[in-house]
């Protein structure tokens, strides 16, 4: 099994950047595709990207494309949100999630941590 903690979230303004951390403990992160959702008040939790084991692949929403960027250290055993050009929309408590494989449902989570962008 696997432990996630996400931290630094926080509030910024739009157009701003944020990166957020997972650190995994317990079985090495490399054995798991590591995923980011959100949850907006009153709405459904959302797939936002994942990336690979190794990192060789990352897939994104439509709605974060081009403006968000996974990365993971599988040596620090932490993933990464890079969020750049931040909107009100993305507003929201954002999760890390991991799976070992690529048929599996997501089966592990963080806390989450809360990102608030201001108009």
């Known amino acids: 099994q696997v432990q996630l903690v996400e931290s630094g979230g926080g509030l910024v303004q739009a157009g701003d950047s944020l990166r957020l951390s997972c650190a995994a403990s317990?079985?090495?992160?490399?054995?798991?595709?590591m995923g980011w959702f959100r949850q907006a008040p009153g709405k459904d939790r959302e797939f936002v990207g994942d990336?690979?084991?190794?990192?060789?692949?990352?897939y994104y929403a439509a709605s974060v494309k081009g403006r968000f960027t996974i990365s993971r250290d599988n040596a620090k055993n932490t993933v990464y949100l890079q969020m750049n050009n931040l909107k009100p929309e993305d507003t929201a408590v954002y999760y890390c999630?991991?799976?070992?494989?690529?048929?599996?449902?997501?089966?592990?989570w963080g806390q989450g941590t809360q990102v608030t962008v201001s108009s």
């Open positions: 317990g079985r090495a992160m490399n054995s798991y595709i």
């Open positions: 999630a991991a799976r070992a494989t690529i048929s599996a449902f997501y089966n592990f």
């Open positions: 990336i690979t084991w190794s990192g060789t692949n990352t």
